[in-house]
């Protein structure tokens, strides 16, 4: 399976797209490969292109961090939807447990 197959095949799952479409929105892409601990962005480095890891240890962080990621933001909604509900002695009484 190509690079273009497994993107075509990665965004079908949120979207229908013909083979055609799938063609289309694919022929930009151009396939890299990175040699392992190879850097691909570094500091002070202006991004010009986005990558998309097909193969490789990048997803599991990426994974982990989109987990952390959607953990603060569930809690800061809790927390903003507790201080627009509750009274100051309510949010204070929770506050101590």
Known sequence: MTAHDRIAAY????????????MDFTA???????????FIVQPGFVA???WWVIKGAV???ETFFRILAERST????????MNLTHTAEE?????LE
Do not use: D, G, N, T
């Not at 892409?29 to 990175?34: A, D, L, N």
């Open 59 to 61: 997803p599991a962080f």
């Open 91 to 95: 949010r204070y009484h929770y506050f």
């Open 74 to 81: 569930a809690s800061m909604q809790r927390r903003i939807i």
């Open 11 to 22: 965004v079908r799952k949120f979207v229908p797209l013909s083979e055609e479409e799938a």
């Open 28 to 38: 930009p892409f151009k396939e890299v490969k990175i040699k392992k601990r190879q």
């Open 48 to 50: 010009k292109h986005r």
